[in-house]
């Protein structure tokens, strides 16, 4: 390998495969070099710079060895600490030695030290750093000084990449600073600029490049959100007959927020645009309802629909209750499974080929190969974050045969935090429903340590006693499926042999999908009391008559999986208890997960906190795949940026296409394809 070529590759690990992605590699934090500290006026715990002589240097051997030198100024002395040092620092670090040390400052045994400062050897008088130093995210084997030298090259060659790409009167309105200058000042601040400032990246030119990044997200969400509108899809208007037969039928009232997204799904049903909505709702707040209405509006305009969900549990439990709702309104529904048998699955498939099967319902199958539609006019899809954007595309395309497209609408149960869908999910139109079915319970939310076992036995005992049922939730353990079905089996034992005359069942993922059906049909029956489950109830269960729930080792699980498991209690009209039982001790994350989901039951609030703990990456999941991260941008930080960029992105496409597409080219290069459709 060259050396050049080396440098390539160490690069590309940064993400830099241009200049113009060295030119955006802006510097995670700066150094103040450009001033010195007196070493007993040093403050505490701020990275600071020193200069002083080197008056004893020795190497310490115990605790363990290390290099320890005191360094003397006017005005006092400090020890300076290396636990990993080459020989050759020995004699660079020798007595007499003047150097500048750059590093924090705290209080050791001896007095003020530093460990590990950058150091280096000066001359008596040498000038100072004249601006602040910039620190770039840096990969192993490629030092600070290349990269700032790579960047400086590539700025003085592309003096053409820095072009305004914002028209003035944006720049006025939003009082945003240059590109050109912000992208220079931050890659050499001046003298003056406020360390502060740069380092809480609130500096203008932070702010500029913060809203430029928020701006080309936009801009392309905004792109396929439009490109979407250049496709047609079929106009499905809302006819009253079945839908009023069908609301006859249920034994309850539509909720107001049920109403008001079920109106905003219907209307877009009957636009002859592709619909790409987001129906947002919490655990229990009745999505299931909406969702039949919309395929309702599309059957009765002669066209199909098809509902996919991401267990075989929840799709089967779908399957069973719209099949209930429409099969006595003559709507024929099918139910496609990955593990039917050949000859079963090859009659559904030519009832949905055929037209014949109105509704399809299923899992991951039904985007395969071998379904072919009829006309399939509206895809549902549930729980959309368990699916990757090609699964949903694959399942949209179904429909696209006849030169339209379908309508799609995703439901999601982990509320989206409000900053996330107005950037990430941009290209979404999106439909809340903020209101739970009345006569629901809260949910009482538990804590106790498992220790305290015994506790939970009786009110296991008491509780099915009084004729409720109980989930038990074994713990998840990430590392092997394996070791999760043993444990699962083992409780399972365990708790027949502590209630020997209760009905105890067993689910967990890797039960042949007819027996998975047959033990959910015994509980939902309330012929299995206690059902000890894997994390496969998760999603969707719905069996009201339960209302405790025992999750085991809740410390290992993440906040919307524990608020998930949690929503299948709470669902009749019984009180409804959570325990949650852990471990100690505690990591400090897993603390904080438990205090806000023992504190909160809205499930917007807990998606907020959750946002503010992981950060939008891990969040965001499987979207992840279609989607560039922000790299710069906060987003709670700056909920202002966010709504400027998402004005300005409209006007941008409106007014002034060619900076549209400038911008989007400087930010996203190739990224700005992966979502389309
Ligand atoms: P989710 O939004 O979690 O998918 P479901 O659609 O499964 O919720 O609904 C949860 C439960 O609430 C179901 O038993 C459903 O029949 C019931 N439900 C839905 N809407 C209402 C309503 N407006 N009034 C009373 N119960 C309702
Ligand atoms: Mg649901």
Aim: with cysteine; net charge neutral.
């Amino acid at each position: 390998m060259t050396a050049q070529s080396a440098v390539r590759e160490k690069l590309s690990r940064l993400g830099i495969r241009n200049d113009l992605d060295l030119i955006l590699h802006l510097p995670i934090r700066y150094e103040d070099e450009t001033r010195l500290f007196a070493i007993a006026d040093v403050p505490q715990g701020q990275t600071v710079q020193i200069e002083g002589v080197i008056v004893h240097s020795e190497v310490v051997v115990r605790p363990r060895r290390q290099l320890v030198c005191q360094v003397e100024d006017n005005s006092g002395v400090l020890v300076m600490r290396f636990l990993n040092f080459y020989g050759s620092q020995i004699k660079t670090y020798a007595v007499g030695k003047r150097v500048r040390l750059l590093g924090e400052v705290r209080s050791g045994f001896f007095g003020a030290e530093m460990v590990h400062p950058k150091c280096r050897i000066v001359h008596a008088g040498e000038s100072l750093a004249d601006a602040m130093t910039p620190v770039y995210p840096s990969t192993a084997g490629l030092s600070q000084k290349m990269i700032g030298k790579l960047i400086g090259q590539a700025l003085q060659s592309n003096q053409q990449m820095l072009t305004e790409s914002i028209p003035d009167n944006i720049i006025r309105k939003y009082q945003l600073a240059g590109f050109r200058d912000s992208v220079m000042c931050l890659h050499n601040p001046l003298p003056e600029v406020s360390l502060a400032a740069l380092q809480a990246r609130t500096h203008p030119a932070w702010r500029r490049i913060k809203f430029d990044e928020l701006l080309a997200q936009q801009l392309s969400m905004r792109l396929h959100y439009r490109q979407r509108r250049s496709h047609t899809a079929p106009v499905l208007t809302q006819k009253d007959g079945l839908r009023q037969a069908f609301l006859a039928e249920l034994n309850f009232q539509l909720t107001a927020a049920q109403m008001r997204v079920a109106a905003e799904i219907s209307r877009d049903l009957n636009s002859p645009y592709p619909m790409q909505r987001l129906l947002q709702g919490d655990v229990g707040s009745g999505k299931t309802i909406v969702a039949a209405l919309a395929a309702l509006q599309a059957i009765e305009n002669g066209y199909q629909a098809a509902i996919m969900a991401p267990t075989e549990i929840l799709a089967e439990q779908h399957f069973q209750k719209l099949a209930g709702w429409f099969e006595p309104l003559g709507i024929r529904v099918a139910w496609l499974s990955g593990s039917q048998k050949k000859k079963q699955k090859q009659a559904v498939l030519d009832d949905i080929a055929s037209g014949t099967a109105q509704l399809a319902i299923g899992t991951h199958a039904l985007f395969q190969d071998q379904v072919i539609f009829h006309q399939l006019g509206l895809a549902i899809i549930d729980e959309q974050h368990r699916f990757g954007v090609h699964q949903r595309l694959a399942l949209r395309m179904k429909g696209a045969q006849s030169g339209q497209v379908p309508h799609q609408l995703m439901m999601s149960a982990t509320p989206i935090p409000r900053t996330l869908s107005m950037s990430y999910f941009a290209d979404l139109d999106v439909s809340v429903i903020d209101e739970l079915p009345p006569g629901r319970s809260p949910i009482v939310t538990k804590l106790i340590a498992d220790n305290r076992r015994d506790e939970i036995i009786v009110r296991i005992q008491q509780a099915c006693e009084q004729g409720k049922q109980v989930y038990w939730v074994c713990p998840l353990i990430e590392e092997s499926e394996t070791l999760q079905l043993q444990t699962a089996m083992e409780t399972c034992e365990n708790l027949t042999r502590v209630f020997p005359h209760l009905r105890i069942g067993l689910v967990h993922g890797r039960l042949p999908p007819q027996e998975k059906a047959a033990v959910m049909l015994a509980f939902k029956q309330g012929e299995i009391q206690l059902l000890v489950a894997t994390t496969v109830i998760e999603v969707g269960v719905d069996v009201p008559n339960a209302s405790l729930m025992v999750i085991e080792n809740a410390e290992r699980m993440g906040l919307s999986q524990l608020h998930q498991l949690r929503g299948r209690v709470g669902r009749g009209t019984e009180a409804s208890i959570c325990i949650l039982m852990f471990q100690q001790p505690l990591s400090e994350i897993a603390r904080k997960r438990l205090k806000i989901i023992f504190e909160h039951t809205d499930g917007f609030e807990i998606a907020r906190q959750d946002l503010q703990l992981r950060g939008p990456g891990e969040f965001l999941g499987a979207r992840q795949s279609g989607v560039p991260l922000l790299r710069f941008a906060d987003l709670e930080q700056d909920g202002d940026l966010l709504k400027a960029a998402q004005a300005t992105a409209d006007e941008l496409l409106n007014n002034y296409p060619q900076l549209a597409e400038q911008h989007i080219a400087r930010w996203l290069g190739e990224k700005a394809g992966y979502l389309r459709v």
